[in-house]
């Protein structure tokens, strides 16, 4: 097998996970400390929760996309009368999420402000390091920083807290698409470290109880909580260790299979480094004369839809379309981050209404209040030089939402590839994206919206779930304890 990594280069983005992550660490050890937690009284809470829901029904494409609007206003209502104490901004975020989280828009989220670092490490807030997969409503331990608890344990409780208390409390306040379950599930276990805290409590020690199943007894482990330390600033090596991981490329020349993992198609690195990392897969797999392709996108959530685009043009057969239209809606809001995201307005309009990002044009000069739909042609082009001709294999998961999960839709429109894997995180019409964030005035809580509703089909309806591979193949406990590839091993089975 031979390896090599390449370089790695938002449009439309859920979020670049593993920073959303690292931010909410640091914001919510300065929020979980109740003792040092300013309180705010019933009235600002309630005008925080009246800007929040203004400010969706103005600028959110259609907030009656999965739910009806009668009843997106009965749980507003009831969230406000239910607000009678005085709440800390944590306590406010517990309390806000779930509403949020109803509008099933993956792009819609809620974060804490980032606190200055000195006043978050006099807070002293825990934390408690541990990984887990939920699998068939139960939660197993994956791994924990201080190696205390038997890899593959079912956790059972946290400090007397109940795993299914854990789970449902948590569940509720993840962003999803529409009724998707595996993306609300991979976004409970990739923030289940940072995110604990801010629903339980965390103190120096921990009471965790898990069931070993290999020794088929219930253990009791006093863990410790761990404190954040300062952050320090990417180096130049650690910037190269990230742009490895983000793109990889292998060749398995016994099988005659080559493997291209993208993990995002974000714009968080030069475009030109991404087309590189192309160029140079592709022109590999021709000189060895490979048969087979596995594309693995899992864990991708997003960035810009053009990434796509480039990686379709290598192994399409015709024509095709990412997406077919794009719903705007002109507000206050939308227009004046479009005019303070982009250098020389007039200019760039006039270059977007001719050549590309006509849905931005367009949310930009239509009157505010009102609606247009971006229609787009069928996309021709494929690669002129080693353009593959043979098997295509995409791997997919919960995460492959946004960008990645606009991707699957197109590649499954036209045929071009066998899906592998479970249930992606973007539904089989489309999802909403260019999403930018608002401050709340009294709590300073930031709330992300979404501007356009990119659509997958000709079809001008709202799909609930995400697309379903032609071959299910769900993680396996043993298997990720182990280190081992479900889906890519199933693909090894289906070429042998």
């Keep these: 097998m031979k390896i ?14 593993s920073t959303v992550v690292y931010v909410f660490l640091v914001c919510l050890l300065l929020s979980v400390s109740t003792n040092a937690q300013k309180k705010y009284a019933p009235e600002a809470l309630k005008a925080d929760l009246d800007t929040l829901y203004k400010q969706l029904l103005d600028t959110h494409p259609d907030v009656a996309a999965y739910q009806p609007l009668d009843s997106f206003e009965l749980a507003y209502k009831k969230l406000k009368a239910s607000l009678t104490d005085s709440l800390s901004q944590r306590a406010f975020y517990t309390r806000l999420a779930p509403f949020y989280m109803s509008l099933k828009d993956a792009h819609g989220t809620l974060s804490m402000p980032l606190p200055p670092f000195n006043d978050m490490l006099k807070a002293g807030a825990f934390l408690l390091p541990i990984e887990v997969k939920l ?29 299914d208390s854990i789970v449902q409390t948590m569940l509720k306040s993840m962003p999803a698409d529409g009724d998707i379950p595996t993306l609300r599930t991979a976004f409970f276990e990739t923030r289940f470290y940072p995110y604990f805290p801010v629903f339980f409590e965390v103190d120096s020690l921990n009471k965790v109880e898990v069931w070993d199943a290999e020794k088929e007894t219930v253990d009791t482990i006093i ?4 404190r954040m330390k300062p952050p320090k600033e990417l180096t130049r090596k650690g910037r190269k260790k990230r742009n490895q991981s983000a793109l990889q490329f292998e060749l398995e020349e016994e099988l005659s299979l080559a493997t291209l993992k993208i993990t995002t198609f974000s714009a968080t690195l030069p475009h030109f480094q991404y087309r590189r990392f192309l160029k140079k897969a592709f022109k590999t797999i021709n000189e060895k004369n490979i048969q087979n392709l596995v594309i693995d996108i899992r864990g991708n959530a997003g960035g810009s839809p053009d990434r796509g685009i480039e990686l379709m043009e290598y192994f399409s057969r015709g024509e095709f379309k990412l997406y077919h239209q794009n719903i705007v809606r002109a507000s206050p809001f939308c227009k004046q981050y479009l005019h303070d995201l982009i250098t020389l307005p007039r200019l760039t309009m006039f270059f977007f ?6 849905e931005v044009y367009a949310a930009y000069k239509i009157p505010e209040g009102q609606y247009d739909t971006v229609y787009y042609e069928v996309h021709r082009k494929v690669a002129k030089k080693n353009h593959f001709k043979g098997k295509v294999f995409l791997l997919v998961d919960g995460l492959s939402a946004s960008a990645s999960g606009l991707l699957t839709n197109a590649i499954a429109e036209a045929g071009l590839a066998t899906i592998v894997g479970e249930e ?23 709330a992300r919206i979404s501007l356009f509703r990119f659509m997958s089909s000709g079809r001008f309806e709202y799909d609930n779930r995400g697309y379903m591979p032609m071959h299910d193949v769900p993680d396996v406990l043993e298997d990720l304890i182990e280190g081992r590839d479900t889906q890519l091993e199933y693909v090894r089975e289906l070429l042998k």
Excluded: H, M, V
């Design 353 to 358: 209404s001719k050549f590309s990002n006509k």
């Design 4 to 17: 090599f990594p390449a370089i790695y280069t938002d449009r439309l983005s859920l979020t670049k996970l």
């Design 223 to 226: 863990y410790p909580g761990q």
């Design 424 to 446: 992606t995180g973007c539904t089989t019409n489309g999802c909403f994206g260019q999403a930018a964030w608002f401050t709340l005035p009294n709590t300073k809580l930031r």
């Design 135 to 163: 699998l068939n409503n139960e939660l197993f331990i994956l791994d924990d920083k201080d190696s205390l608890i038997a890899k593959g344990s079912k956790l059972l409780s946290i400090n007397d807290i109940t795993s």
